[in-house]
C-alpha cells in the first residue's frame, strides 16, 4: 500500500515506536492455535466465525466442537442469550447459516425455527448463502463514502470479476457493501473474513487480492 504522508496506515499498519509486525499488531502471534474444543469457557464464544476453509455439511456440533459449544452455552443464563455465539459457531463450521442450519441450532437450544429465522435474518453478519473462501466487505457508509468507498467497490468488483453479493468462479471472492465497519478514522475500510484493512484506495485492491491468492497458495 501507499506509505504517502497523508495516509493513515489504520491500526495493522500503526507500530509505533516498536519494531513490530503486522501479526504482532493483529494480535496473531500471541493467539496462537485456537483448539477446536476452545479454551477457558470465558473466551470460548470469541473466535473468529469467517474462516477460509468450511464444509456447508458438517455437522453441528459434534466432537470437540460440542465441547466448546457446552463450554459456551455455561456462559450464557438462557437459550436465547446463547444464541449468537451459537450461530457463530455454526457459521465458522458451514460458512453460511441455511434455514436447515437455523432450524438444527433451534433443536438444540430448545428455542422454536421462528425465534431462531427472525434472529439470524435480523443480522447481515451471518451469510444466508454460500460465499466465497473469502468474504471481502467494503464500507460504504459516510466516512468511507467520502473518502472513494464506491471506487474501492467498483475495484474489487473488477479484479474479483465478479457482480455485487456473487462469488468468483474459483470458488475465493465474494464481494459486498458493508453498512458500517466502525472504523471511521481509517476510510476506506475493508473487512475480509475476520480481518480488517485499513486506509484502502484502488491501488491498493490489486496488492490485497494478490496477497489473499498467495495465503490460498501458501495453505
Not at 466448546?68 to 443464563?77: D, H, L, N, Q, T
Not at 443480522?123 to 466465497?132: A, L, Q, S
Not at 479484479?159 to 481509517?186: I, K, P
Amino acid at each position: 500500500m501507499s506509505d504517502a504522508p497523508f495516509r493513515n496506515p489504520g491500526w495493522a499498519g500503526n507500530t509505533g515506536e516498536f519494531d513490530l509486525s503486522e501479526d504482532d499488531v493483529r494480535g496473531a502471534t500471541y493467539a496462537g492455535e485456537r483448539p477446536a474444543e476452545g479454551r477457558h469457557p470465558s473466551t470460548s464464544a470469541s473466535y473468529p466465525f469467517m474462516l477460509v476453509e468450511r464444509d456447508p455439511y458438517a455437522p453441528l456440533f459434534e466432537g470437540p466442537h460440542r465441547e466448546r459449544y457446552e463450554k459456551i452455552r455455561s456462559r450464557y443464563p438462557t437459550a436465547m442469550a446463547a444464541l449468537l455465539p451459537a450461530l457463530n459457531l455454526a457459521q465458522e463450521l458451514r460458512g453460511h447459516i441455511s434455514p436447515e442450519t437455523m432450524d438444527e441450532v433451534a433443536s438444540l437450544l430448545g428455542l422454536s425455527s421462528a425465534y431462531v429465522r427472525g434472529v439470524a435474518t435480523f443480522y447481515t453478519m451471518y451469510n444466508k448463502r454460500p460465499v466465497g473462501r473469502f468474504l471481502i466487505q467494503v464500507c460504504t457508509n459516510i466516512s468511507c463514502n467520502i473518502c472513494g468507498a464506491d471506487e474501492v467497490l467498483a475495484a474489487f468488483l473488477e479484479h474479483t470479476r465478479t457482480e455485487l453479493g456473487d462469488t468468483s468462479d474459483d470458488g475465493n471472492f465474494t464481494v459486498v457493501e458493508a453498512e458500517c465497519l466502525a472504523a471511521c478514522g481509517f476510510p476506506t475500510c475493508v473487512q475480509i473474513n475476520e480481518r480488517y484493512f485499513e486506509d484502502v484506495s484502488v491501488g491498493d485492491v490489486p496488492d490485497i487480492l494478490e496477497r489473499l491468492t498467495d495465503e490460498l497458495a501458501a495453505d
